[in-house]
């Protein structure tokens, strides 16, 4: 686990008589690739590390509004509900769905965007499915096709409940960096990932140009509203987490940072 250089281990956002600090999660995919594994104070770098430089710049603000000192740490997003379950983090920007399960361990923030998961394919891949299928290609309307998402995700779960119906060959990659590799390397015809992260992800890949495919899925946890995590008993300060986005969504600074990294639309 990598600290996020910057300004030394610590963000210094307090005011001169705060005493209070936080330990902070920002999600990342270690990918072997060293694609997403960057340090996200490398501006230059970190364009293309997935959402991290965006979760990071909403944290530092947040922190800011709370009047606290925050230790921001990089941490891989499978790790993150579990460290917290152990408190050693109190923040988690892994964004995560507040789903029946996890609200019976965790406190979760309000909404901070709408996340979704989509179809993705080489542009000429696409193409050739519709061409194949007679109108735009939809989960729904895939048959005998190759599909590939992260293994063990909501994604790749969707997908094999789909499979024997609609005889579709799903394989499982490690990271989302492996996932469109193989739909650029054409080992798939089709990838389900989840939207927010693979747009920013593609910001940094070369190789044939790729599309998004049919509407955005939040069905079957492929979507819904993503939300900061905190652990089960930290009630006060997730009300002022809340305090803090209502504030920042009201003075105009949520939508300058989100539109920093995202064009509209994708949130």
């Known amino acids: 686990m990598r600290l996020l250089a910057g300004a030394g281990l610590l963000l210094t956002l ?4 705060a005493a209070e600090e936080l330990k902070v999660a920002i999600g990342i995919d270690n990918e072997p690739h060293g694609i997403m594994a960057v340090a996200l104070a490398d501006r230059e770098t970190a ?28 941490e891989h997003i499978g790790h993150i509900l579990p460290a917290i379950a152990e408190r050693r983090f109190d923040l988690g920007f892994g964004m995560f769905l507040r ?3 996890r609200a019976g361990h965790f406190q979760f923030s309000e909404p901070v965007w709408q ?25 729904a ?12 995700s909501a994604q790749y779960a969707a997908l094999n409940a789909l499979a024997r119906t ?25 990838a389900l990932v989840p939207v927010f ?16 495919a049919g509407a955005p899925l939040t069905a079957d946890n492929l979507g819904g509203s993503a939300r900061i995590a905190l652990p089960r008993d930290a009630e006060p300060l997730r009300r002022k987490v809340n ?14 940072i989100m539109r920093r990294h995202l064009p509209i639309g994708l949130y």
């Open 14 to 17: 307090a005011t001169a008589g």
């Open 47 to 74: 364009a293309g590390s997935g959402t991290g430089p965006l979760k990071e710049e909403l944290a530092r603000e947040i922190c800011q509004r709370l009047h606290v000192r925050c230790q921001v740490e990089a």
């Open 99 to 101: 789903t029946p399960e």
């Open 115 to 139: 996340a979704s998961s989509r179809l993705l394919a080489t542009q000429d891949g696409n193409a050739a499915w519709e061409s194949r299928l007679g109108e735009p290609v939809t989960l």
């Open 141 to 152: 309307s895939l048959r005998d096709a190759r599909l590939v998402a992260v293994a063990g």
């Open 166 to 190: 609609q005889n579709l060959r799903v394989e499982g990659s490690e990271t989302l960096a492996d996932v469109i590799a193989a739909i650029a390397a054409g080992d798939a015809d089709f």
């Open 197 to 212: 992260s693979a747009y920013t992800l593609l910001r940094s890949m070369d190789g044939p140009p790729l599309v998004f």
């Open 243 to 256: 305090s803090a986005l209502a504030a920042m969504r009201k003075d105009g600074t949520w939508q300058r």
